[in-house]
């Protein structure tokens, strides 16, 4: 079954310039990686720091051997310090 995953994201307000540089570096390895569907990022109209990135996986066996890359020699060392808090993952399904 098809999942979506919303990643929320909050950057610092300095470090926007960077964090562009390191997503576009993250979304195009996470576009490659085998059962992703697609990705769509969304900017808050109101604070452009804040980002929702909307990922579609084939299905959760793909979304979790995504985590476990990420998790692992996927590591995405250089985000951390450009996040103004800790980044909030929720899974869904369609109806």
Known sequence: ???TAL???EFKADALDDAKKVMTRVLDE?????GCVGIEILVDQ???ARW???E?????????????????EGA???LGP???GAPKLTHYNAL
């Open 82 to 84: 450009l996040l103004a």
């Open 56 to 72: 579609k996986w084939q299905s959760q066996e793909h979304d979790t051997a995504y985590r476990k890359f990420r998790a692992g």
């Open 76 to 78: 995405i060392t250089d």
């Open 52 to 54: 929702v990135v909307v």
């Open 30 to 34: 996470t576009r490659a990686f085998d």
């Open 46 to 48: 109101k604070n452009e």
């Open 7 to 9: 990643l929320e994201l």
């Open 1 to 3: 079954m098809a999942l």
